[in-house]
């Protein structure tokens, strides 16, 4: 049984910074992908970033420079910084585990590479 739990979402102005954690707890977390995704009202289910065992990421374009993934292994924890946020950033943030290293997946910006979820943390960016 895996189990993520994230935390760290708020309200933050625009221009301002969050950083979200992602705690795996289960299965041993060695060599597998971790990724994060968004979901805005009413819209599909977005990549944000992936990150493997050994620190490689991946990251959409849409956050690059911005937004920056990372892990701490022994923890078993995998973080979001969120930085010079927008209102277009608004969204429930998801945590995700595959059960894969981040090579081995096909499309790793592709939801269905993740079996194991969070239940989302929100995030709002006022103007």
């Known amino acids: 049984q895996v189990q993520l739990v994230e935390s760290g979402g708020g309200l933050v102005q625009a221009g301002g910074s969050l950083r979200l954690s992602c705690t795996y707890r289960g299965r041993t977390f060695s060599r597998i992908a971790m990724g994060w995704f968004r979901q805005a009202p009413e819209q599909e289910r977005e990549f944000v970033a992936a990150i493997s065992w050994g620190h490689n990421t991946y990251s959409a374009d849409s956050v690059k420079g911005r937004f920056t993934i990372s892990r701490d292994n022994a923890k078993n924890t995998v973080y979001l910084q969120m930085n010079n946020l927008e209102p277009e950033d608004t969204a429930v943030y998801l945590c995700?585990?595959?059960?894969?290293?981040?090579?081995?997946?096909?499309?790793?910006?592709?939801?269905?590479?993740?079996?194991?979820w969070g239940q989302g943390t929100q995030v709002t960016v006022s103007l």
């Open positions: 995700a585990a595959s059960s894969l290293g981040l090579s081995s997946l096909h499309t790793p910006n592709n939801r269905r590479e993740y079996p194991y």
